[in-house]
């Protein structure tokens, strides 16, 4: 048997346990994602016990509601986190035939920009609305459609913005393991980089303390009327003038270190 049949073991790790592979480049954030993710994996076959088992149960005229809602509990939550396992392992499926044949530099651009100009943005405004969703689903108590369901939906609503701080999490630290291969990774660098990313998060962090510092300084106001107040026009603004101030303070220290 020659040695090119036998399989790298890389490439044994990337089908049987894609976590374990790179594992000496991981940082916190990888760790965290990949065992929460192994943790999670273990709905599955519970997923798979459930499915078979309302099947024989319906098909026995004893339709179980909380175990269909159950289904579909196991089922977003786990999905959920695979999307985050995904990003940290770079598991996910590709369709581009091109991309096998770039360099690792194109390789690596290709996903700096893929990251923070695409999926962090998005996964930053659905976080947003996710904290707002979520809490509208605790603070009604919000349970199953079915009378026999499971009723404590909220409970898993509420998981949804920490699912997706969770992929955020593994989406940045695959961002600077891919920076880094190609450039710098110092705070101007990593904004350029990330610019639509950084614009919205900024925007979003400026919103929300004016609104608590509106809340807690003025007892009279309302809170639904605070959104109103005319500095909300500008905060979009506030938050591309800070972008560009942290990206030139960056500049100038990485010019002063070149020094």
Not at 210 to 233: H, K, L, M, Q, S
């Amino acid at each position: 048997m020659s040695d090119q049949s036998i399989p790298d073991v890389e490439e044994v790790l990337a089908i049987s346990d894609p976590g374990e592979v790179d594992r000496h480049t991981h940082g916190f954030a990888d760790r965290l994602m990949i065992n929460v993710g192994n943790v999670v994996s273990w709905m599955f076959p519970i997923l798979m016990i459930a499915i078979v088992s309302q099947v024989f149960l319906r098909g026995a005229g004893n339709n179980q509601a909380w175990l269909d809602d159950a289904q579909w509990w196991m089922y977003g939550f786990a999905m959920l986190t695979a999307f985050g396992y995904a990003i940290t392992t770079n598991s996910h499926v590709r369709v581009d035939i091109l991309h096998q044949n770039y360099s690792d530099a194109k390789k690596a651009r290709i996903e700096v920009f893929a990251i923070g100009w695409l999926l962090l943005p998005f996964i930053a405004l659905m976080t947003d609305v996710l904290v707002h969703y979520s809490w509208q689903s605790i603070i009604s108590g919000e349970g199953s459609s079915s009378p026999n369901g499971l009723h404590r939906v909220y409970l898993l609503k509420a998981t949804l913005p920490v699912l997706f701080l969770l992929a955020a999490a593994a989406g940045w630290a695959r961002f600077k393991h891919n920076l880094k291969t190609f450039t710098d990774t110092g705070l101007a660098t990593q904004l350029l980089w990330m610019l639509p990313t950084a614009i919205f998060v900024g925007w979003r962090l400026v919103h929300y303390a004016a609104y608590w510092v509106i809340y807690f300084t003025n007892a009279e106001i309302r809170p639904r009327r605070i959104t109103r107040e005319p500095f909300f026009d500008h905060t979009l603004w506030v938050s591309v003038v800070l972008v560009v101030a942290l990206i030139a303070v960056g500049l100038l220290r990485r010019r002063r270190g070149d020094n």
